[in-house]
């Protein structure tokens, strides 16, 4: 996972609670992404980037916010958490298809 | 909709066997594939790919091979090790569907010494 780094690792929220997930990237890349996994469902695209100031919406965008200010940074809102966005978030950068992933954020909204 | 999906959830072979995994997609679109490892804690580490333009690829000890008449592609892991047991996802996506992945459910590998 290395040039990928998320923070918080671990995140514990109350449901209406507002936090930001952190992802920088130092590979350059243009595209970054995030992603949810949950058992039985897999690795659901949340928010995509293709550049700085442009981003679009992935499969299960509701609930949450991004914006891309910087090559380097593509930070993950969640404005009013909710128990149903209890997972964890991996932060994605890469070069077309091939991805990199981090290492991952757990978090649960109680 | 357009899915990903894997005939089987679990496998667990002795150390030093061959490993198959499979994978079945329904996008008929889909022109590029990626198998992904995941190990417990960590996030997806790519593996190895392929275009839809081949129908076999070799990495060290991995080989991936697409069918696209039956829609399937396959990872071989060669002479497995413990090392190797993690959960294994196939994901594909489209030419102009670009950084839009779509993921299998994965494969739980065990490696028994």
């Known amino acids: 996972n290395a040039g990928v780094t998320q923070t918080p690792k671990f995140q514990v929220l109350k449901t209406g609670q507002s936090m930001t997930l952190q992802c920088a990237q130092d590979?350059?890349?243009?595209?970054m992404s995030w992603y949810r996994q949950d058992p039985g469902m897999g690795l659901r695209l949340i928010h995509y980037?293709?550049?700085?100031?442009?981003?679009d919406q992935g499969e299960v965008p509701n609930g949450y916010n991004v914006s891309r200010s910087t090559t380097e940074d593509f930070p993950l809102r969640l404005l009013s958490a909710a128990p149903s966005q209890t997972s964890v978030y991996f932060c994605?950068?890469?070069?077309?298809?091939?991805?990199?992933f981090g290492s991952g954020t757990q978090l649960s909204v109680l | 909709g357009e899915s990903v999906g894997l005939h089987l959830p679990t496998l667990s072979v002795q150390e030093g066997d061959n490993s198959i995994i499979n994978c079945a997609y329904s996008?008929?679109?889909?022109?590029?594939f990626i198998w992904y490892k995941q190990e417990s804690g960590k996030g997806p580490q790519f593996i190895i790919d392929?275009?839809?333009?081949?129908d076999k690829r070799q990495g060290q000890r991995v080989t991936v091979l697409l069918n696209k008449t039956v829609k399937h592609l396959s990872l071989q892991i060669a002479a497995t090790q413990p090392g190797d047991s993690a959960v294994y996802f196939c994901?594909?996506?489209?030419?102009?569907?670009?950084?839009?992945?779509?993921f299998g459910q994965g494969t739980i590998l065990t490696v028994h010494p």
């Open positions: 392929i275009r839809s333009n081949m």
């Open positions: 994605v950068t890469g070069d077309k298809e091939k991805l990199f």
């Open positions: 996008n008929s679109a889909s022109d590029y």
């Open positions: 980037s293709v550049g700085a100031g442009i981003t």
């Open positions: 590979m350059n890349h243009e595209y």
């Open positions: 994901a594909e996506t489209g030419g102009t569907s670009y950084g839009k992945l779509t």
